[in-house]
């Protein structure tokens, strides 16, 4: 596929800095390699840009982690075993979904759950070994760096390891802190040992803070263009967005305050020009590096560094994808992807119909995404996917049907039977089409007894034809403006101010219709006359941010995480709000303590 030289450009300290230095994966000090690079590495300026962004690409690659973490507890998505043909996995899916995290050895938290530990500290061993090299350096040995630029390599690592401290205290709120190389400092007992919740808060806090008095605005009017995948100030200030929107859920005190706060210097454009897009679809598409309301992400290039949306990994099928595995089994044709193979679906979207006939909606408040997109007339988002040209596209789902290609072909199952995808979980089989379950023994609805006709899809991001230069091209957008709106407004609806909460959630909302009427706006502007109250908010949040990474959060921050949901009993009590640790890290260190309602090891 032909590549652009900007987009190049912009991925090419990713490439180097990840073929340039073989950090270890599994030791958390990274010591063995620390007389390596400080002698030896670090000849001239290039050497130090490709250190300092080496973490960079470590984190880009953890969202196939990250957003699955976040996502596969929550409602909005399943992952059923398709007739015989996987993810089964041992129940590993089904435990996701239904909150099961209590065998610590298991494949789901050793391997998924707890993992994420090992995964975070890996990425901040990296920044933290970069920065003592960096800070121990002769800079007059390079003449070619100025004292400024020194000062912004110093703080790219800062917000980077500071956004992974975030992510460890959203998902198990004791964590280590860890801020050095030195082998002799981390093996101290107080190292070696959690930190009260509290004090990472602060610590990440204060971090951010002076990161964003000395990270660089954002300059000009035409997106993050050749800088996408740096920290910017206005990115330090939206992972203190999140920080402050999520304290009264973790820590049990409000900060929404704090939160408009952050909000309003990053949309009162202190920190440069962000602007929402005009179209729903801008900030995910092929050319989201120039997208004004894109604040921070990853830039991804197909051949090249695309962990978001690659769907091989040499000859063989990856785990290290997200939006790859969210495509129907052989729907290649359709898309003009044939080049790229078929697909193997993890992420369906949770069924809104039982398996009855005639088949019945389901009464949950939460799941059944395909309703709440129903629920106002004209979604543009709500459409089928379909590639309108080599780099434009219309809908964000595969809806319920037959998917036929350009020549009249349908997709086919690999059982053999045509593809009709249903907004359903069954063995429906050959009866798809008339909604009828062919094989008895999967007539109920589980994530055990699915088939290939289960389930619908969102498709985020676009997946253009293969031919033409587009195919895999679009960054994975990490944080943006819409965002930031949508937590100004949960701070002030939070704080009683509802309809400055709907002016703002309309401000963006009205680019999601066709026509955005009275009947659809919120109350608080645009003459609207519908309600917000908590299950408005956690659906409006959903259709918003679907398959973004949120919904674990929102559901825990709205107090509804423990609910019941399809195939998912309500939970007995809340500890599954944080996750375990898993057996191999508690067996590592001896001095790390189980989280509350987990077991520890003998």
Not at 61 to 73: F, G, I, K, N, T
Not at 296 to 304: E, L, Q, V
Not at 404 to 425: F, H, S, T
Request: with cysteine; net charge negative.
């Amino acid at each position: 596929m032909l590549k652009t030289m900007k987009k190049i450009e912009r991925i090419l300290a990713f490439v180097l800095a990840a073929s340039a230095l073989a950090l270890s994966c599994t030791n958390l000090d990274e010591h063995v390699y620390s007389s390596l690079m400080s002698a030896n590495y670090y000849n001239k300026k290039s050497d130090v840009i490709k250190a300092v962004y080496r973490p960079f690409e470590h984190y880009f690659e953890s969202v196939q982690r990250y957003v699955p973490m976040q996502e596969l507890p929550a409602d909005v998505f399943m992952t059923p075993q398709m007739d015989s043909y996987g993810w089964w996995d041992g129940g590993r899916w089904s435990d996701w979904h239904r909150h099961n995290f209590q065998d610590i050895s298991g494949d789901l938290v050793e391997n998924y759950v707890g993992n994420y530990w090992v995964n975070q500290y890996q990425g901040i061993a990296q920044c933290n070994l970069v920065l003592d090299d960096i800070r121990r350096l002769d800079h007059d040995k390079f003449p070619d760096i100025s004292e400024a630029e020194w000062v912004v390599f110093d703080t790219q690592l800062r917000a980077a390891r500071a956004y992974a401290y975030y992510r460890l205290l959203n998902f198990y709120r004791n964590c280590q802190l860890i801020t050095s190389s030195s082998t002799e400092e981390n093996e101290k007992p107080e190292r070696k040992k959690q930190v009260p919740p509290e004090e990472l808060y602060k610590f990440i806090e204060d971090e951010l803070f002076d990161c964003i008095d000395l990270l660089p605005a954002k300059q000009g009017s035409a997106g993050p263009g050749l800088h996408q995948g740096e920290f910017t100030k206005a990115a330090a200030a939206t992972i203190l967005v999140r920080l402050y929107l999520n304290t009264e859920a973790w820590l049990g005190y409000p900060a929404y305050d704090k939160c408009i706060a952050m909000c309003d210097r990053i949309l009162n454009g202190e920190f440069g020009y962000y602007a929402l897009a005009e179209n729903w679809w801008e900030p995910f598409d092929w050319n989201n590096e120039t997208c004004n309301e894109v604040i921070f992400g990853y830039p991804g290039s197909f051949g090249t560094t695309s962990w978001h949306m690659q769907n091989k990994e040499g000859d063989k099928k990856t785990y290290r994808t997200i939006y790859g595995r969210g495509l129907p089994y052989n729907s290649q044709s359709y898309l003009e992807i044939e080049e790229d193979g078929d697909r193997n679906p993890r992420w369906h979207l949770s069924p809104s119909y039982d398996n009855s006939s005639p088949r019945r909606l389901y009464s949950y408040k939460l799941g059944c995404p395909t309703q709440k997109f129903l629920k106002y007339p004209g979604d543009l988002r709500y459409k089928q996917y379909k590639n309108t040209s080599k780099n434009t596209r219309e809908g964000m789902f595969f809806l319920e049907g037959y998917i036929i290609d350009a020549k009249g072909n349908k997709a086919k199952a690999q059982a053999g039977y045509d593809l009709y995808l249903l907004d359903q979980c069954g063995g429906f089989l050959t009866g798809a089409p008339t909604g009828t379950i062919t094989d008895a023994a999967r007539a109920e609805s589980t994530l055990f007894n699915g088939d290939m006709n289960s389930g619908l899809y969102c498709v985020k991001y676009p997946f253009y034809p293969y031919s033409g230069g587009y195919y895999m091209e679009p960054d994975y957008t990490d944080m943006r403006l819409t965002e930031v709106v949508y937590a100004k407004a949960e701070s002030l609806y939070r704080m009683g101010d509802k309809n400055g909460a709907g002016a703002l959630l309309n401000s963006v909302r009205k680019r999601n219709y066709e026509n955005f009427t009275s009947s659809i706006a919120y109350v608080g502007s645009d003459g609207g006359t519908v309600t917000l109250d908590d299950q408005e908010f956690l659906d409006e949040r959903m259709r918003e941010f679907i398959f973004e990474g949120h919904r674990r959060d929102d559901l825990i921050r709205f107090d509804r995480f423990e609910e019941a949901w399809w195939d998912k009993p309500a939970d007995p009590d809340k500890h599954n709000r944080i996750y375990p640790l898993c057996k191999s890290v508690l067996e590592l260190n001896p001095s790390l303590v189980q989280n509350p309602g987990y077991p520890g090891i003998k």
